[in-house]
Every structure is written in structure tokens, then in C-alpha cells.
């Protein structure tokens, strides 16, 4: 089955600075990549989400990336607040209706 | 966005009980939900997956007569943990999946904790 591997576990960043979270996949045919954040003792929110089709996508401070040869997508926060801090978890799946297997989970910590 | 509920938010119960946990899409039709466990510091890991009016698909090493998911209607799924024990204390997220689309939305997780 899928395995999906994430680094760092754990993130410190300065107020500001950027933080990068990067996931490794390993069945070619997964071709859904979602990024979940889950604040302590809560659920885990969508924050973004990228297709096999598409290399790149942003959404205001927030970007992925995905290179389906090598089997890998990142996550891109730039300007990186306190409300960031979070655990970030990566997620793979394949066609429509299958299910997601996740990362271990970043733990990212912004100082102000 | 859609928005699934769970309830309860927490229980505690005796070793050897049996505790149910229900899982609702609010304003969607969920096809498919899943069921999650998460321990402290770790991350999601699936359980089974539940499909309406069809048995659930429980993941390897999930014992299905212990972790009874019912998926009666495109609204609700429940997970009916028996006879449980201390080890079986962990947060339970469900997640649900429209019609529409392949985002699952998460619910707002339950809290388990057997003495």
C-alpha cells in the first residue's frame, strides 16, 4: 500500500521567516495530495490541496509544490505568523473514493 | 465549507463497557466516512472506511467485532467501541466525503478515555 513519509517532525521558525514541510510518496498512481493543520485537540482543517496534473499551486501565504517523478510535494508558508503554529500533516491518495494515508505530522513552531 | 459534527466531544467509561460515537455531515450528503484514531502526538491513522448501507472496510489489525461502524444513512456514521479497555483511551476523528468531490472534512474528534 501507500506510504507517505514527512520531514521535519518538528519546525521552528522566526516570526516572518518562511517554513518548508516536504512529503514523499510511494505508489505512482496517488494523484491527490492534500495538506491538513490541527491545532492542539482539534480537528484537522484542509488547508491546501494540489492534483497530479498541476506542479504548483498558492493561496495567499501559502503554497505546494509536486513533482510526480520524484514521487514528492512540499508545503510553503512565507511569511510566517504566530496563529501558524501548528501540526501539518501530508496526505496521498488515489482515484476518487479512495482513502488518504497520512504523514507523521510537523509540528511547527513560530516565534514571535 | 461543509461542516461534519461528532458527539460526544469526550466521555469517560468504565473498563468493559461499550461506548458509541456518532459522526454527522450537517449540510452534505457524505457518501463515504472514515474513522480515525490519533494518540497523543502522533499522527491520523485510518481505522476503517464506511460506505452507505454497506459494511465498513476496516484496515489491518482493526478487529471489526471490537470497533462496530454503522453507516445507516447518507448523514450519519457510528462507531460503537465494545467492551473497551484503557488501551483502546485515544482522540476518534471521523471524516466525511461528498458526492462531489475527493476533500474529506473532518469532525471535531472524540475524546476517549477508559478507566
Known amino acids: 500500500g501507500e506510504n507517505v513519509e514527512q520531514h521535519p517532525s518538528t519546525l521552528s521558525v522566526q516570526e516572518g521567516d518562511s517554513a518548508v514541510i516536504k512529503c514523499t510518496y510511494s505508489?505512482?498512481?496517488?494523484?491527490?495530495f492534500p495538506w491538513y493543520k490541527q491545532e492542539l485537540g482539534k480537528r484537522p482543517q484542509l488547508i491546501i490541496d494540489?492534483?497530479?496534473?498541476?506542479g504548483e499551486k498558492k493561496d495567499q501565504r501559502i503554497a505546494v509544490t509536486l513533482n510526480k517523478t520524484a514521487k514528492h510535494f512540499s508545503l510553503h508558508i512565507t511569511e510566517t505568523q504566530p496563529e501558524d503554529s501548528a501540526v501539518y500533516f501530508c496526505?496521498?491518495?488515489?482515484?476518487?473514493?479512495?482513502?488518504?494515508?497520512f504523514g507523521g505530522g510537523t509540528r511547527v513552531l513560530v516565534k514571535p | 465549507g461543509a461542516v461534519v459534527s461528532q458527539h460526544p466531544s469526550w466521555v469517560i467509561c468504565k473498563s468493559g463497557t461499550s461506548v458509541k460515537i456518532e459522526c454527522r455531515s450537517l449540510?452534505?450528503?457524505?457518501?463515504?466516512m472514515f474513522w480515525y484514531r490519533q494518540f497523543p502526538k502522533q499522527s491520523l491513522m485510518l481505522m476503517a472506511t464506511?460506505?452507505?448501507?454497506?459494511?465498513?472496510?476496516?484496515e489491518q489489525g482493526v478487529e471489526k467485532d471490537k470497533f462496530l461502524i454503522n453507516h445507516a444513512s447518507l448523514t450519519l456514521s457510528t462507531l460503537t467501541v465494545t467492551s473497551a479497555h484503557p488501551e483502546d483511551s485515544s482522540f476518534y476523528i471521523c471524516?466525511?466525503?461528498?458526492?462531489?468531490?475527493?476533500?474529506?472534512?473532518f469532525g471535531p474528534g472524540t475524546r476517549l478515555t477508559v478507566l
Open positions: 471524516s466525511a466525503r461528498g458526492t462531489s468531490g475527493r476533500t474529506e472534512f
Open positions: 505508489d505512482s498512481a496517488s494523484n491527490y
Open positions: 494540489i492534483r497530479s496534473n498541476v
Open positions: 496526505a496521498a491518495s488515489k482515484a476518487a473514493g479512495n482513502k488518504l494515508t
Open positions: 449540510d452534505f450528503q457524505a457518501t463515504t
Open positions: 464506511s460506505n452507505e448501507g454497506s459494511k465498513a472496510t476496516y
